[in-house]
C-alpha cells in the first residue's frame, strides 16, 4: 500500500490531532510509551553540555524528558506542525520549540552533538533527505537516537488489532489512526532502516528492542 505523505496531508493530520495527542498516546501504549521514551533517553549516550535537536518533536515528550534529566544540555525542539508546537511550549515554557520541515533544517551544518528522533520519521515523506540533513547538522562522533515502531512480528500484528479496538471506542481521531497503523506497516523493519542510515554515512552503535519488537531503537554515529 502507498501512503500519502505529502508534508501539507501530514502537517493537517498532526494540526487537527494534536490536543488529543498525548491522550490518545496514554491509550494505546497503556501509558508505556512514556517509560520507553524515558529507557531510550537514558540509553541515548547524551550527557550534560551537550547541544540536541530533537527532531519531530510533537508536543515535547522526549525535550521535556532530556530537559528533566541532564540539568545542562542545550535542546531545541524542531516541527512543522504549529498545533503541537503550541502545547509543547505550554509543556514545557524554558525549551525551544521551533517551526521547521526537518527535511530543511533552519541551524548550520556539524553543530549538533545528539539528535533524537522519535515516532517521526515514519511519517516523513523523503526519508534519505531527512536522514542527509540529520548528517549535516551533526557534530562528527555526534549520535542520532531513533525511536519507533520495529519488526512487523506477531506481537506487532496483535497491537494493531488492539490499537484498533482502543481507538474505535475511545477516540475520535479514527482516521489518523487508521493512518499510523498503514504508516506503521508500510514502514521499513529496523535491519532495512539500518542500511538507509548507514547509506547517508551513519554507523550503528546499539540497537534495542522494547515490547517484544514491537517498538526498536536505533543509536547512529556519525
Ligand atoms: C507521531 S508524532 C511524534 C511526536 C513525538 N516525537 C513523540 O514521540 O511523541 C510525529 C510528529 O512529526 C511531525 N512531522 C512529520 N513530518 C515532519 C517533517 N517533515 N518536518 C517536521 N515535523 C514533521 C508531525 O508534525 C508530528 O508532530
Not at 547541544?51 to 524542531?78: M, N
Not at 536522514?131 to 496483535?158: A, C, P, T, W
Request: hydrophobic residues 40%.
Amino acid at each position: 500500500m502507498t501512503i500519502d505523505k505529502s508534508p501539507d496531508k501530514i502537517e493537517y493530520m498532526f494540526n487537527e490531532l494534536a490536543k488529543d495527542y498525548d491522550r490518545n498516546n496514554n491509550i494505546i501504549s497503556f501509558g508505556l510509551h512514556n517509560l520507553i521514551k524515558c529507557f531510550a533517553v537514558k540509553e541515548s549516550g547524551i550527557k550534560n553540555g551537550d547541544v540536541v535537536f530533537d527532531l519531530c518533536c510533537g508536543t515535547g515528550d522526549i525535550a521535556g524528558l532530556l530537559s528533566k534529566i541532564y540539568s545542562d544540555i542545550d535542546i531545541s525542539g524542531y516541527d512543522f506542525s504549529d498545533e503541537m508546537l503550541e502545547i509543547a511550549r505550554n509543556k514545557y515554557p524554558d525549551i525551544k520549540f521551533q517551526k521547521a520541515d526537518i527535511t530543511r533544517l533552519p541551524v548550520g551544518s556539524c553543530l549538533a552533538d545528539a539528535i533524537t528522533i522519535s515516532f517521526g520519521l515514519r511519517n516523513v515523506f523523503d526519508r534519505s533527505c531527512a536522514i542527509n540533513e540529520m548528517y549535516r547538522v551533526l557534530k562528527s562522533q555526534g549520535r542520532v537516537i531513533h525511536l519507533d515502531f520495529g519488526k512487523h512480528n506477531i506481537f506487532s500484528h496483535i497491537f494493531d488489532v488492539i490499537v484498533r479496538f482502543l481507538i474505535k471506542n475511545f477516540s475520535k481521531s479514527v482516521s489518523a489512526y487508521e493512518y499510523l497503523l498503514n504508516s506503521k506497516s508500510e514502514f521499513p523493519e529496523p535491519t532495512q532502516l539500518i542500511e538507509e542510515f548507514e547509506k547517508c554515512g551513519f554507523k550503528l552503535l546499539k540497537r534495542k528492542n522494547f515490547l517484544l519488537g514491537i517498538i526498536s531503537m536505533q543509536v547512529f554515529v556519525k
